[in-house]
């Protein structure tokens, strides 16, 4: 299964990493994400790890991720190695005049295992999962402009 979502941000790549590179943080904003435990001293940066238990609604699972890319302030990936495997990607790029907004796109390349229905499973789930990452998004978003505006 294949997500790609996106949204501008009111404030300069920089300004949006400084939030985005908290990963402790992601719950605040993540209404599937529930908690997270790192699993390494690290807490920011290339191989970190971390699992983070998640939820959408009756369906519970610890996804156990591992920070794979940290380019400051521009990228951000992840691989999934838990229940549902695969990479995903934060891409943070200049937008609007002088660079004072941010195009923040949320890319995610997930496979489901066989008592998640596989394909099927995530055919099903790929409506439900982009609504709830939209909101995560808008969330994000929120939090950025309002630090911003405080």
Do not use: Y
């Not at 990228?75 to 495997?85: D, I, L, N, Q």
């Not at 995610?108 to 789930?125: C, D, I, K, Q």
């Amino acid at each position: 299964m294949r997500l790609h979502i996106e949204a501008t941000v009111a404030a300069p790549p920089e300004t949006v990493w400084e939030h985005l590179e908290d990963i402790a943080t992601h719950t605040e904003w993540m209404a599937d994400a529930d908690a997270i435990r790192f699993l390494t001293a690290e807490r920011r940066g290339a191989g970190t790890r971390f699992a983070c238990r998640t939820r959408l609604g009756p369906l519970r699972v610890t996804d156990l991720m591992e920070i794979t890319e940290w380019a400051p302030p521009s990228r951000m990936g992840v691989r999934h190695t838990g229940a549902v495997t695969g990479e995903g990607r934060f891409e943070l790029q200049a937008a609007g005049p002088a660079g004072g907004s941010t195009t923040m796109t949320w890319r995610e390349t997930l496979r489901f295992p066989w008592w998640f229905g596989g394909p099927l499973g995530a055919r099903l789930a790929r409506p439900v999962l982009a609504r709830v990452w939209r909101g995560n998004l808008g969330r994000f978003k929120a939090r950025v402009e309002a630090a911003g505006a405080g």
